[in-house]
């Protein structure tokens, strides 16, 4: 997915900021876990040696590009451009939020947080030697506001202006009651070349690789087959210390693969030194080679601690069809997760229930006190499931076709008004009952595959639409679909990326996240209260609140989740003793061993 959440600036008024503390670094309650004189990253290896190149994918799921511009709503961007951009502050990522100098020296957030001023480092340079300036922070704000893809221009809502104090000051202004982490969102913006988006259109796909301020710069490419990213050694900032031992790779290559077999044998034959495996079936049974069992290719299971988020299929309720939560609760329950996890998965994966899976903000039993507090206002808005135990989805016998699950599923049709006739679920009008499932690659028709000969045995019009990589980003950006599968990542301190999930202005919005087409004051408004809450406790309760709320909506049919990151690998990486808490941290925190790399055969 792309960094779109991490927007929203503001700006200074002729007053000034009220009283402001002058720090280091940022977090939404004020905690900081690093002091002011720390040298690096607790998860580095500060004397990690520079130098060879890893040849990996990019995030699952992407299988071509067309653009070198990922800030836009236009494309299909290459990945991991974020490589060539620096930010305000960088993330630590041992812990929920905190954010540290970069560009800037220093934030001072006003006492009551609607404005930050950054001081940013007179050394900071773009990577043709022009300096970087507080005009390039604030043209970057105006940019994304106003051409940047939907996402941004959602998070960036409650940003009133940025002002250039100096040429290396800048202060941003918010409006409104939703401002807690907006100084530390707006640190981690990627910060554009004025002087380069003055000569070149920002608002247009293209393969001119952009100017930036980060680690790395674009040596070479091939449209939809490969990208590789040199790192520059004239990088203003490597000796900083969220920068030691970070960066290690002379180049990074990243591959692109019409599927997931062809990524599985370019593994195996040393074409690829790195790969994420995301098919269990994979994962369980077709790494039995020799590489493997000498130790020359290494499968790895390395722990991820944050929320898995939300994983599923999504009903787009735009369409008159899903309307209806009885006809959204039928396809739960013709979905048999016990039994693709048995036969498909080998029993790899639990079942996602809630939109913050694996996380302490996950809703369970009835609300508690506090959560009522926040539920009772709304409750004349809100379904009766909201104030009992939260939804979870229905546990089948693991036979793949479970007779009274189906049979409940079809009494939920009937009750909504789609009867069968001829053996095809229709409406009062004769119009069959439809779904089709948009898919970009054929790996997953093996799991929808028999949820639609369940959906087929209750009468539904059931199949499976797969469709070029481009065509499927497109149908989805226009919510042209019935059902697509999506997993959204949620951070450990939610906020204003909850608008683009779930918010009801963002329900028609092309390129907005809001698949299903959500519309609801109750979640608007627990949304804000999860952005306005004060400290973590309160965090939790609204995050609470909300998941149940959301939860009682079916608007969804939950897949899977397994809190982990299980790399296959070619013996030739030298990696910190620890992995950050939030990250797989490959690209920055790893490095080539060159012993390794000379005497490591490839191949199975």
């Not at 004397?47 to 990922?70: E, H, M, Q, V, Y």
């Not at 907006?182 to 796909?205: G, H, R």
């Amino acid at each position: 997915m792309r960094a779109m959440f991490l927007g929203a600036l503001g700006a200074l008024l002729m007053a000034g900021p009220a009283a402001a503390e002058q720090r280091h670094g940022i977090s939404a309650f004020g905690e900081l876990a690093l002091p002011e004189d720390f040298d690096r990253l607790p998860y580095v290896n500060p004397d990690a040696p520079k130098g060879g190149r890893i040849t990996t994918l990019g995030t699952a799921g992407r299988i071509t590009f067309d653009s070198l511009n990922g800030f836009i709503l236009k494309g299909v961007a290459a990945q991991e451009l974020t490589l060539l951009f620096d930010t305000l502050m960088v993330r630590n990522q041992n812990e929920p939020d905190a954010v540290y100098s970069l560009v800037a020296r220093t934030a001072d957030v006003a006492a009551d947080r609607m404005s930050v001023t950054f001081v940013l480092d007179e050394a900071a340079a773009f990577s043709d030697g022009s300096k970087l300036t507080a005009d390039d922070v604030c043209a970057t704000f105006d940019l994304l506001k106003e051409k940047g893809h939907p996402s941004y221009q959602i998070s960036l809502g409650d940003v009133e202006s940025c002002t250039v104090d100096a040429a290396n000051q800048a202060t941003y202004r918010f409006k409104g009651s939703n401002v807690r982490d907006l100084p530390a969102t707006v640190a981690v913006l990627p910060i554009f070349s004025k002087a380069f988006y003055e000569a070149n259109e920002f608002d247009k796909t293209t393969l001119t690789p952009p100017l930036g301020s980060g680690p790395y710069k674009v040596k070479q490419l091939r449209q939809g087959q490969f990208i590789t990213y040199e790192r520059r050694e004239d990088y203003w900032a490597k000796d900083k210390p969220v920068n030691r031992g970070r960066y290690n790779f002379d180049e990074i290559k990243l591959l692109y693969f019409r599927d997931r077999t062809a990524e599985l044998e370019a593994i195996k034959a040393g074409n690829l030194d790195l790969r994420e495996e995301f098919t269990s079936k994979s994962w369980a049974t077709e790494y039995d080679i020799p590489a493997v069992k000498e130790g020359r290719l290494i499968k790895e299971t390395l722990p991820d601690d944050r929320a898995s988020g939300a994983q599923g299929f999504f009903l787009n309720m735009r369409r008159d069809k899903f309307a209806d939560i009885r006809v959204r609760q039928a396809l739960d329950m013709a979905f048999d997760f016990e039994w693709t996890n048995k036969n498909l998965f080998f029993g790899a994966y639990k079942r996602t229930g809630s939109f913050f899976e694996n996380s302490v903000l996950r809703a369970s039993e009835k609300p508690a006190a506090e959560e009522l507090a926040l539920l009772e206002p709304l409750k004349d808005m809100l379904p009766t499931a909201a104030f009992d135990a939260a939804y979870e989805p229905p546990v089948s016998n693991g036979s793949g076709q479970d007779r009274k699950l189906l049979r409940t599923a079809a009494n939920l049709l009937g009750e909504a008004g789609w009867e069968v006739r001829n053996g095809t679920r229709v409406n009062a009008e004769g119009k069959p009952l439809t779904v089709e499932f948009l898919i970009f690659a054929p790996t997953f028709e093996r799991v929808i595959g028999p949820y639609v000969r369940n959906l087929k045995l209750l009468g539904v019009d059931a199949s499976i639409r797969q469709v070029e990589a481009a065509q499927y980003q497109e149908r989805l950006k226009n919510f042209d679909f019935d059902v697509a599968v999506q997993r959204f990542s949620m951070p450990e301190t939610p906020g204003v990326e909850l608008k683009a999930f779930f918010g009801s202005a963002n329900a028609e919005t092309p390129g907005s996240f809001n698949l299903a087409g959500i519309k609801s004051k109750p979640v608007d408004s627990l949304i804000d209260k999860i952005m306005q809450a004060g400290d973590r406790k309160s965090l939790t309760v609204a995050a609470k609140a909300l998941d149940r709320v959301l939860r009682a909506e079916q608007f969804w049919v939950p897949q899977w989740y397994k809190g982990a990151h299980t790399l296959a690998y070619w013996d030739i990486f030298g990696k910190p003793e620890t992995k950050p808490r939030f990250a797989r941290a490959v690209f920055d925190t790893w490095w080539i061993d060159a012993a390794k790399a000379a005497s490591v055969k490839r191949g199975p």
